[in-house]
């Protein structure tokens, strides 16, 4: 018998008359790249920006704005209804004034009035049209309907202007869209099981107002801890400084040092299957935290000499606590920069074998690379001596290759079930 094919998911890619449709193009490709079917249907005003045959051809698919086009076929229909998911991103504020209210006056319209799929607006527009009461009635409307509107990122606006109102990053649109669209989750092969992430920085204090901290964002944490319920499993995230929205669907435990962090891994890890370890942990902590701001003088031999001590190694300690047993699986994260003797792959291997995690994700950072940035590029390093290098990609791609890693190492769950039942 031969296998079922499976098919490819449909994407429509909406695309309204706004400045930031030419990042449409960059998430279009972003889209496909991730072996999705992308139709890409603009409004008459965004080919004002971005034109039919740039759609067509990094589509593959006709571009039509318009229901009179191809009537046979019933295009403002069938669009909709074939869809697994609808993206529309610009979504301008009459967009959004035309979704919320229902209108159906041009082809995306129609397909958003037809859709049963889930439902990506991305809105892109001046701060002003942003925080208008009727655009912010608008969105509510919209999420209050089940349709998923992300919030715009704070930045460089058309001209001179800056503020709330820009179009996210399309590899930040194209990991919202495919967790939506459950790319990687249609497995769900960590059903029934405990997965703990940690994710963020912690903060060491100083004083009331200083501490030592770390640039990590929380990024590639959230986004395993997404990645691991949409597959299916009960997901705790220990949840330190973070700079990015949290996931639904997961419990999460906000810590803010290092010990507190070590406190509510510990305790999430009992009865868990899998227990990552993405967090930024500070090595050390200040041994002395000062009750009130440490002053400057004008005194330079006054200045205070800041002496640290070390924090318990949180990962360490969840492989030693372990006792030869099989669970949790263990995951790690190395964020290494190299030194003049060793590279970041010989730093990577002896932290593993240090460590004794199963699998040890190492990633090279620095000003622009691994830290506060939506891609990474890593290696995974299986305690077996497996080795897979992973170019650079998004943190998503990343999260789903981890898991795919994890999963085998899983034992066998336990069923209450007797045998032959």
Known sequence: MSPTPVRTPRVVLGVAGGIAAYKAAILLRE????????????TAAAEHFVGRATWEALSGHPVRTDVWSDVADVPHVRIGREADLVVVAPATADLLARAAHGLADDLLTNVLLTATCPVLLVPAMHTEMWLNPATVANVARLRSRGITVLDPASGRLTGA????GRLPEPPEIAAAARRLLGVGA??????GRRVVVSAGGTREPLDPVRFLGNRSSGRQGVALAAAAAARGAAVTLVAA????PLPSGVDVV?????????????????GADVVVMAAAVADFRPAERAEA???KTDDPAADPEIRLVRNPDVLRGLVEARAGARTPVVVGFAAETGDPGRSVLQLGREKLARKGCDLLVLNEVGETRGFATPT?????????GTEREVAETSKDVVAELVLDAVVPMLAPPISDDPPGA
């Open 31 to 42: 889209l496909s790249e991730s072996g999705l079917d992308v139709r890409v249907v603009p």
């Open 161 to 164: 202007d800056s503020g709330p």
């Open 186 to 191: 249609r497995r769900r092969d960590l059903a």
């Open 241 to 244: 400084h973070l700079e990015v």
């Open 254 to 270: 906000a810590v803010g040092t290092a010990e507190q962090l070590r406190e509510a891994v510990v305790t999430a890890a009992t």
């Open 293 to 295: 701001k440490i002053k």
């Open 376 to 384: 990474n590029a890593v290696t995974l390093l299986g305690a077996d």
